[in-house]
């Protein structure tokens, strides 16, 4: 049975001082929740103070990005076991952002994906299209190839390891990142059905378990409806993730999903 999965993705916001006072009520937020895990991926200066204060909470903490190699001459680049040393277990790969702002690929992603499996880290994929590629109703080659392009860099061992590590998806329609507007459940359902059935053609099993969070303007007034969807299992949560009380009632409502597909195991 899936658990739901909310992952918070503060972008390039925060200081010492503002994170600090957004920690501390999202701990005390979420305290009493169980049925659900619950991660923010902060900006890399502030994974230590993250893992200074979210350590023995039931909040995990992760990268945004991170790069293929273990060690050597990439300057500003951040190696998996960087990450891991900072205590963090999942990383973000392949956000529209970074596709769009950063020149990565379904290249780049493929071998981020690899590094990231290979150090220990749980990586979460994000695919997703832009606004003319949904209006030319290209949705499902758009997400088709960007999940492709990671797949098929992985061979029989990297791919258990990855099932392992407990690998996510996160479908994230661009037109609906940042925008206020929302793919609607049933489109998000669609989506998602899609991604997993694409997984299922290679493993029927893996396909049962993997998540799939939805991301793109979630709120806590719309993420009852989407996370009760069959295939939706949680949600990726950018602004609204900068906000305590908004990210703590995001939260709550995948604590209390318990779906028939989404059951607490
Ligand atoms: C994101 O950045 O991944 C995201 C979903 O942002 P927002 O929730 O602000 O649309």
Request: hydrophobic residues 45%.
């Amino acid at each position: 049975m899936r658990r739901n999965l909310v992952v918070g993705n503060w972008k390039m916001h925060g200081d010492i001082k503002s994170n600090q006072i957004l920690l501390e009520s999202i701990i005390e937020g979420l305290r009493d929740f169980k049925n659900a895990d619950y991660v923010v991926c902060v900006p890399n200066p502030y994974l230590f103070q993250a893992r200074s204060l979210l350590t023995n909470t039931n909040i995990a903490w992760g990268g945004q990005n991170v790069n293929q190699h273990e060690q050597g001459a990439f300057t500003g680049a951040v190696a998996p076991h960087m990450l891991t040393d900072l205590g963090c277990t999942y990383v973000l790969l392949g956000h529209s952002e970074r596709r769009n702002l950063f020149y990565e690929t379904n290249l780049t992603a493929a071998a981020r994906f690899d590094g990231a499996i290979k150090g220990g880290l749980t990586p979460i994929l994000c695919v997703g299209e832009t606004l003319a590629e949904h209006e030319a109703g290209l949705t499902e080659v758009i997400v088709a190839s960007q999940m492709d392009a990671v797949m098929a860099t992985l061979g029989e061992q990297e791919f258990a390891k990855a099932m392992q590590l407990n690998m996510v998806f996160a479908y994230e329609p661009v037109w609906a990142i940042g925008t206020g507007k929302t793919a609607s459940p049933e489109q998000a359902q669609l989506v998602h059905q899609f991604i997993r059935n694409r997984i299922a053609r290679r493993n029927a099993d893996a396909a049962a378990k993997v998540r799939i969070i939805y991301g793109g303007s979630v709120k806590a007034k719309n993420a009852a409806e989407l996370f009760a969807m069959p295939d939706v299992d949680g949600g990726l949560i950018g602004g609204a993730s900068l906000r305590a009380d908004e990210f703590v009632a995001i939260c709550q409502v995948a604590n209390n999903v318990t779906s028939s597909a989404c059951l607490t195991e």
